[in-house]
């Protein structure tokens, strides 16, 4: 993949998709700065990951640390070349009637307004150099209707309005903006979920199984490498043919 010397910032990368992502680019080539709230985590990951790995922790739903952390990824690896928004809240699980008001708003700060800052706080840049590419994480909730979850299907499917806003509005200047669809991937995400769902999970895939992140992780990394040029406002699935199949 087209990604050595790039510098490729994600959220949400303390864990999960986003840790496993940051693997799969510096193993490619690539320069990360890794944003999420547990500083030690990100310490950690980078100790691992090497000089190629820098950290700004933040809560992406506060938009001045967000901004900082930004503007600190630029200040440490220079000028953001990919910027993959994967960090989300999971919201409350209950139904609409009874959907907290100020966990609705929570999420939709995290999973929606937080990447709108984020995307009008680099999309200058990489306008003005004619190059760059966005990704931002869906969801299953994204695509379809989902019941209990309400502030989160919303939010979700709001990103992927955003996403396709975006790329539409700046095709033609040299920027990407894809959507990565997950389906059922194992991450900390699904910890609290107990072995029936998992099980019900794995059985509502036709692969017959969870994902891993380093699934997710190759297929983000693509969508970020310049190797997926001619590729914009798109939502790539990696669920195991979910969302492409029919189950009678
Ligand atoms: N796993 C799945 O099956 C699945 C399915 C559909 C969609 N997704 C999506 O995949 C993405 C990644 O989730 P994951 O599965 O990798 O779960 P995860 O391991 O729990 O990762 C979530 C990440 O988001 C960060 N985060 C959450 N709230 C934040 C905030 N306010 N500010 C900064 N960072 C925040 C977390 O870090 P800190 O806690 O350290 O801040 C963590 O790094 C999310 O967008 C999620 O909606 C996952």
Not at 90 to 117: A, H, K, M
Not at 185 to 207: C, F, H, K, N, S
């Amino acid at each position: 993949m087209s990604l050595a010397g790039k510098h490729i910032v994600i959220t949400g990368a303390s864990t999960g998709i986003g840790r496993a992502t940051a693997d799969v680019l510096v193993e490619k080539g690539a320069k990360v700065t890794l944003i999420a709230r547990r500083t030690e985590l990100l310490e950690a990951a980078c100790g691992d990951l090497g000089a190629a790995a820098c950290f700004a922790a933040a809560d992406v739903g506060d938009r001045a640390q967000l901004l900082a952390a930004l503007d600190s990824a630029i200040a440490g690896h220079g000028a953001i070349d990919g910027l993959f928004l994967n960090a989300a809240s999971g919201g409350t699980f209950t139904g609409i009637c009874d959907y907290p008001e100020d966990s609705f708003e929570q999420v939709l700060t995290v999973n929606l307004r937080s990447p709108f800052w984020a995307v009008r706080h680099v999309l200058p840049a990489m306008i003005a150099r004619g190059a760059g590419t966005i990704l931002m994480t869906g969801s299953l909730a994204s695509e379809r209707g989902m019941a209990g979850n309400a502030g989160y299907v919303v939010a979700k499917h709001g990103l992927r309005g955003l996403a396709m806003a975006l790329a539409a509005e700046v095709a033609g200047s040299g920027v990407r903006c894809n959507l990565v669809v997950p389906g059922f991937i194992e991450t900390p995400m699904l910890d609290d979920v107990p072995e029936q769902g998992r099980t019900a999970m794995a059985g509502r895939t036709p692969q017959g199984r969870i994902g891993t992140p380093r699934e997710l992780a190759n297929v983000a990394a693509f969508l970020l490498s310049d190797d997926a040029s001619h590729v914009t406002a798109q939502a790539w699935a990696v669920d195991g043919g979910l969302l492409g199949t029919l189950t009678l």
